[in-house]
């Protein structure tokens, strides 16, 4: 064979494997580029045990995102229930009843929402209806409203945190949001 055949074969295999490999490197582009985009409002959830009950919440995570959140956004208006999270409603789920002062939640899962006022006399919703979209809100479905104490966050939440930890005689279910706290404590019976 001779050399400039030789310097032939060896250029169209250089040419040939340099075909393959941008093929490769654009097919794994096109993948990343293909793969799914996290959600703007990813779901959520909390597990934790408050003198012998068993308390679980799911929920969606909005983000601030430079918006005007309380009496800026269209389903978060002064005197509105608003969904408390994104998406789908948020489920609270407890293994023994909670008393919020007077007012028990039975032992079960329930859905929760939040009635806003800009008054800061806002009202933990506990709804019985499940399983719905969090804007799926039917009053009729509501087995209790609790009282919250809002106050002022020192810094900015960026993304709605909802937590249930220990306080006092039992616990509290806190939502933290923008500049607000909202806060709803309980005991376990």
Known sequence: MSLTRTLRRGAYAVATLSLFAASASAQGAMKMDAQP????????????????????????????????????????????VWRTGANEATHFTTSKPLAFGEITVPAGTVTLFTKLEENGKWELVVNKQTKQGGMA????????????TVTSNNAVVEKMEIMVKPAGKGGEIVIAWDNYKAVAAFTVK
Not at 37 to 59: E, M, Q
Not at 137 to 148: E, F, G, H, S, T
């Open 37 to 80: 985009k996290a959600p703007v409002s990813p779901r959520d959830s909390l597990a934790t045990t408050i003198d012998g009950s068993n308390i679980t919440v799911n929920y969606g995570r909005p983000s601030k995102r430079g918006r005007v959140l309380f009496n800026g956004l269209g389903d978060m208006k002064w005197g509105m």
């Open 137 to 148: 809100y039917d009053a009729k479905q509501d087995l209790v409203r609790i009282p919250m």
